[in-house]
C-alpha cells in the first residue's frame, strides 16, 4: 500500500462528510518523492525499531482519517531521525499475511501485531468524535513487558493544523520517552519555537507551606512552588509533608494556562505498633478490637488513650499512653502466665502472713513492757500518797502543817489514777496485739 501523504484540510473538523470527502481526494493522490525519501524504510525485524499502528476509531469518523492521521505521525516520527519507523506498507503487508489487525483498539492486539513484525515498541490509538470535538488517544507499547508505557490524550476541535501541531508535539513526546539523550540535544530546545507550543505556568500553595512538591514522581521544590515553563500536557502533581497525608492529582494544563492550587494539607493521624511476648495477644484500643499482636494500628487521633491486651492464660495487662500527631510509637509488652500470677499470689499471701504475725508478736511485746513500766510508776505513786498520809495524820502540827500535807496526799492520789489509767490502756492494746497474733498463726 503506498504512503500518505498529510493531508491539508482548512475547514473545522465539525462536518464528517466533507472531511471524509477531503481525505479520500488525498489518497488518491500519490506519494511524492520528497515524502517517499524521508521515511526511512527499515528492516521489520530490527528490534530497535518502532512500529505505529492504524487508529481504531468510533462513531463518526471514518477509516479514511483514521489512517491519514496515523500515516501523517509515522511520517514526522520517521523525520526527527531519532527512531527506525516501520514503513507503513510493510506493516500492513506482513500484519495481513498473518491474519492480524492493522488497528488495534487495546494493548494485547498491539502486542501480537508487535511480535509479529519483530519490533520492540508499537504505539496504537483510538480516536472517536463527541459533538464537535475529536478525541485522540495514543498508547506507546513495550511489547517485551507487553505494557503500555506512556500515554498521550489530546482534545481537538480545530482544523487541520492544529491536528498537525498536536501529532508533531506527541511525536516529540514519543522521541523524548525512546532517545532522552537526542531528545535533550537537539529536539527539546527547538520545541517551543518550531512548533509554537505555547507554555503554561503552575502555582502551588499549601496550608501549612514547606510542603515537598512533586510532578510526575520528581521533586522540583517546597511550596509555595511556581513553574511557568511547562509544556502543554498532563501532570500529576503530589505534594508531601512529614505529619501530614500526602496528596496527588493528575490535571492537564492547556498551553497559555495559569494555575494556582491551593491545598489545605490533612494531618496524618498517630500509629502505633504493639509488641507482645507471647504473640498473639488481642488488643482492644480505647475498648475497640483492633487486632492481635504484633500488629500495627494508624488513625490514632493524637492525645491520651487506653490499651488493653489479653491472652487465654495469662494475665490481662492495661497500659495508658499518650501519642502525638503524625507519631509513630511501639509498645513493648511481657505478659504473665496465670500460673505464675498464682504463685506470686500466694507468695504474697504468705509473706503477708508472716508480717502480720511479727508485727502483731512485737506489738504486743512492745505493748506489756510499757504497761509494765508505767505499772512501776503507780507503785511509787501510792508510796507516795502513804507518805503524804502519814505525815497528815501526825500530832502536833500547825494548821499550815495539816494543809501542806493534805495537798501533797491529793496530788499523789490524782498521779496514781491518771498512771493507772495509762497503765490499763498499755495492758488493753498488748492483749489486743496478742489477740491479732494468735488469729494470725491459722490465717
Known amino acids: ?4 501523504t498529510s493531508v491539508s484540510l482548512r475547514m473545522p473538523i465539525r462536518s464528517p462528510s466533507a472531511l471524509t470527502a477531503v481525505m479520500l481526494a488525498a489518497l488518491a493522490l500519490p ?15 530490527n528490534p530497535e525499531a518502532l512500529c505505529v499502528l492504524s487508529l481504531s476509531y468510533r462513531d463518526e469518523i471514518g477509516d479514511v482519517f483514521a489512517e491519514s492521521v496515523m500515516a501523517e505521525f509515522s511520517e514526522i516520527l520517521s523525520r526527527e531521525g531519532a527512531l527506525s519507523v516501520t ?4 506493516m500492513q503487508e506482513t500484519l495481513r499475511d498473518k491474519g492480524l489487525e492493522e488497528a488495534c483498539g487495546d494493548t494485547p492486539c498491539a502486542v501480537a501485531a508487535g511480535r509479529a513484525l519483530g519490533v ?26 507487553a505494557s503500555v508505557v506512556k500515554e498521550f490524550r489530546k482534545t481537538l476541535s480545530g482544523d ?6 498536536v501529532l508533531t508535539y506527541m511525536a516529540k513526546l514519543v522521541v523524548a520517552h525512546l532517545a532522552p539523550a ?25 496550608e501549612p507551606s514547606g510542603a515537598g512538591v512533586s510532578i510526575d514522581g520528581r521533586k522540583v521544590g517546597v511550596t509555595p512552588y511556581t513553574n511557568d515553563t511547562l509544556l502543554p500536557d498532563n501532570y500529576t502533581v503530589s505534594v508531601a509533608m512529614d505529619g501530614y497525608l500526602p496528596f496527588s492529582k493528575t490535571l492537564y494544563l492547556p498551553g497559555g494556562a495559569d494555575k494556582k492550587m491551593r491545598i489545605k494539607l490533612a494531618p496524618r493521624l498517630a500509629m502505633i505498633t504493639i509488641q507482645t511476648e507471647p504473640a498473639g495477644a488481642t488488643a482492644l484500643l480505647d475498648g475497640e478490637n483492633i487486632g492481635t499482636s504484633p500488629l500495627t494500628h494508624g488513625d490514632i487521633q493524637p492525645g491520651t488513650h487506653a490499651l488493653d491486651v489479653s491472652l487465654a492464660e495469662y494475665v490481662p495487662l492495661q497500659r495508658r499512653f499518650d501519642i502525638a500527631q503524625g507519631m509513630h510509637d511501639t509498645l513493648s509488652l511481657t505478659l504473665m502466665s496465670q500460673d505464675m500470677a498464682d504463685s506470686l499470689r500466694h507468695a504474697r499471701r504468705k509473706n503477708w502472713q508472716m508480717l502480720r504475725r511479727i508485727s502483731f508478736g512485737v506489738l504486743a511485746v512492745g505493748f506489756t513492757g510499757l504497761g509494765y513500766y508505767v505499772d512501776r510508776k503507780v507503785h511509787d505513786y501510792i508510796d507516795d500518797e502513804d507518805a503524804a498520809l502519814a505525815n497528815y495524820r501526825r ?26 489509767r495509762r497503765r490499763n ?5 498488748a492483749a489486743g496485739c496478742a489477740i491479732g497474733f494468735g488469729i494470725s498463726i491459722p490465717f
Not at 506519494?31 to 525485524?45: F, G, I, K, Y
Open 182 to 206: 537526542k531528545f535533550t540535544s537537539t529536539t527539546q530546545a527547538q520545541t517551543p519555537l518550531r512548533y509554537g507550543a505555547q507554555r503554561a505556568k503552575l502555582g502551588i500553595e499549601t
Open 425 to 429: 490502756v498499755l495492758y488493753g492494746i
Open 160 to 165: 487541520e493544523e492544529q491536528l498537525s501541531k
Open 120 to 145: 520492540r515498541n508499537v504505539i496504537y490509538g483510538t480516536v472517536q468524535k463527541q459533538q464537535h470535538v475529536v478525541q485522540l488517544s495514543l498508547f506507546l507499547v513495550d511489547v517485551a513487558t
Open 1 to 4: 500500500m503506498p504512503r500518505h
Open 395 to 420: 500530832s502536833g502540827l500547825t494548821q499550815s502543817q495539816y494543809d501542806t500535807y493534805w495537798a501533797s496526799y491529793e496530788e499523789a492520789v490524782d498521779k496514781t489514777d491518771s498512771t493507772v
Open 87 to 90: 514503513a507503513r506498507a510493510v
Open 31 to 45: 506519494a511524492s518523492p520528497d515524502a517517499q525519501s524521508d521515511t526511512t524504510v527499515r528492516e521489520s525485524r
